[in-house]
């Protein structure tokens, strides 16, 4: 080491330890190395937390008990993406750090400290971050974290669909795209997909006929093909021609509706394809933007050889702030006590009041599809996809001092 380069301290040392022990670290000794960092450099008492697969709590890697997500210290944590901290009785203070892959949310790292200055803050920080990254590496290798986050058994339709998924979240500093599906556990022929690459925001969003194994392959040969095509550098009509060509050549008797969307993040330019699904919606200023991505009449996916005119592409521009909806119909038809529709004006009413609010868009789109799922409490007929996208988002604050009641692990 040259002369003039400062040794490494003890918290350099420890994480660069976590981080090449974390290469072939058992998934479940996460929070155990977590824990030996905080108490090493004299921060306190950690413990970590990952939400469940439809984000109703956080569950403890350690075998805890669970935290609700919407009314608790923790929750508050993960859904505003923001440190929260409060007394703590015998202790001194309780902070909550949210866990996060990008945009993505995992789940939260809690920690009991007699004191928090800048100094600890930051390092609390860094650990979360390599915490998340090795969380990321490791949850579609090893099975350790899908036991801890699964409330209930998973249909294999599901199964199979929720391996072909990306991150229900990516992002960019000017574009924010974030999806919810439900039914969680017995997912039919819905799937999402988005990706950003060399300045474009490429999205999907597909609703495969059916509500069997065969509608899972349907939606899972369709993403494949999307992305196929994407990779081989395939703009809009060509890729909806490349997903046309493959459902009628190896599911014949099948078919798929979706939306393909492609989104210039530079300059807010989108074309999209719509495939017999139903119209996006364009939500600017406080208001649905009437027709605004209405197009003509497309038949499915699948069925292009039945029509002679090729698909077509519209354009449109967005203005900063823009929010599109992309959905499928088991949202809106979601149907409650008194056999009435969730309905599109309550699905956007939703959706503008938590813009209004300034709620970032993984949390709106989560508490729209719980507010669904609660309209409908016997349980979801049909899936239920929504995928928002918003364009020039705000951007968060990266430290909120308030200080809610405290709470406990």
């Known amino acids: 080491m040259p002369a003039d380069t400062p040794p490494l301290n003890l918290g350099e040392e ?69 440190l929260r901290v409060a007394e703590d009785t015998g202790t ?46 490791k949850r579609d290798v090893s099975d350790s974290y899908a036991h801890g986050t699964r409330a209930d058994t998973m249909s294999l339709p599901s199964e199979m669909l929720r391996a072909f998924l990306p991150p229900r979240t990516v992002c960019t500093d000017r574009a924010i795209s974030t999806a919810v599906l439900e039914p969680a556990y017995r997912l039919g022929g819905d799937a999402f997909e988005h990706s950003l690459a060399d300045g474009v925001l490429h999205a999907a969003v597909l609703d495969a006929m059916g509500h069997d194994l065969a509608s899972g392959l349907t939606a899972a040969l369709a ?83 039945l029509g002679t005119a090729r698909r077509s592409v519209q354009t449109a521009s967005l203005k900063p702030g823009d929010r599109l909806l992309i959905y499928t119909d088991g949202v809106v038809d979601a149907k409650g006590a008194h056999h009435e529709f969730f309905g599109l004006d309550r699905f956007t009413d ?31 007929t049909d899936d239920a996809t929504i995928m928002m996208i918003e364009w020039q988002p705000a951007v968060p604050p990266l430290l909120d001092n308030t200080r809610p009641h405290p709470t406990t692990w």
Do not use: K
């Not at 699904?277 to 208001?287: A, D, K």
């Open 350 to 380: 939703f959706v503008i009041r938590a813009t209004a609010a300034g709620e970032p868009a993984p949390e709106a789109l989560r508490r729209l599809m719980h507010a669904i799922l609660e309209h409908q409490p016997e349980g979801l």
């Open 223 to 305: 993403l494949a093909a999307c992305r196929n095509a994407r990779r081989n550098g395939a703009d809009v009509p060509d890729l909806v021609d490349t997903i046309d060509e493959a459902l009628h050549r190896w599911f014949p008797d099948r078919f798929a509706t979706g939306v393909f969307l492609r989104l210039d993040i530079a300059t807010g330019t989108l074309h999209w394809s719509n495939c017999g699904h139903p119209p996006p919606l364009l939500i600017r200023g406080g208001e649905v933007v009437a027709d605004a991505l209405a197009g003509p009449e497309e038949l499915p996916l699948g069925l292009a050889r």
């Open 92 to 137: 001194g203070l309780i902070a909550w750090f949210p866990l996060t892959d990008g945009a993505e949310r995992l789940g939260v790292m809690g920690l009991r400290t007699p004191a928090l200055d800048r100094e600890s803050i930051r390092r609390c920080r860094l650990l979360a971050a390599v915490l998340a990254m090795v969380i990321t590496s």
């Open 14 to 82: 420890l994480l660069e330890r976590f981080l090449t022990a974390g290469r072939t670290l058992d998934p479940r000794d996460a929070p155990r190395i977590a824990e030996q960092y905080t108490r090493d450099l004299g921060l306190g008492s950690s413990a970590v937390y990952l939400a469940d697969i439809q984000q109703n709590r956080l569950v403890s890697l350690a075998g805890g008990p669970d935290l609700a997500i919407d009314d608790t210290l923790a929750g508050s944590a993960f859904r505003s993406g923001s």
